[in-house]
């Protein structure tokens, strides 16, 4: 079993970040979902997985991908923040664009409130924001994902 962590939305609030590292290391990988307003180097540095990064709308000066298609244990994914495909209003946009692209899961941030479930054959994942949560509640949230050859699980955890 191979075990994801799952961020989005730290705009340079940094210290949950490594806080969630230590409470869930070792890692396989970590996905962040962009807006890091410049911790992205930081974050690379501090992982001792591999990571898949994109920039988010608040990510103006990063040269990081804005989308990022990737294999991850045998299972295509689509990462992008979101913005561009309307995810505050619904969901439908996408995962639909995940669907085109052939992804059996997709990472996306932007709304600070999580999301986990499967909708037509497609995981969407939003981890919520680790800085600025704006579900009930508003306690930082991320996502653990967990992928053992066709079987995928994932929980979303709160600090």
Do not use: W
Request: proline share 4%.
């Amino acid at each position: 079993m191979h075990k994801y962590l799952v961020v989005s939305d730290t705009h340079g609030h940094d210290k949950n970040f490594y806080d969630v590292l230590d409470i869930e290391e070792p890692l396989d990988g970590i996905i962040h979902c962009g807006d890091f307003e410049g911790s992205e180097g930081k974050f690379a540095l501090a992982a001792d997985c591999p990571v898949y990064f994109v920039a988010g709308n608040n990510d103006f000066f990063s040269d990081l991908n804005r989308e990022l298609e990737f294999t991850i244990d045998g299972h295509r994914a689509f990462l992008t923040h979101g913005h561009h495909y309307l995810v505050s209003m619904d969901l439908e946009n996408i995962r639909a664009e995940g669907l085109s692209r052939g992804a059996q899961m997709v990472f996306f941030g932007h709304t600070h409130r999580p999301v986990a479930k499967e909708v037509g054959g497609v995981y969407l994942f939003n981890p919520g924001s680790l800085s600025y949560p704006r579900q009930e509640g508003r306690r930082p949230s991320y996502i653990i994902l967990n992928i053992d050859g066709d079987d995928i699980s994932y929980e979303i955890k709160y600090l």
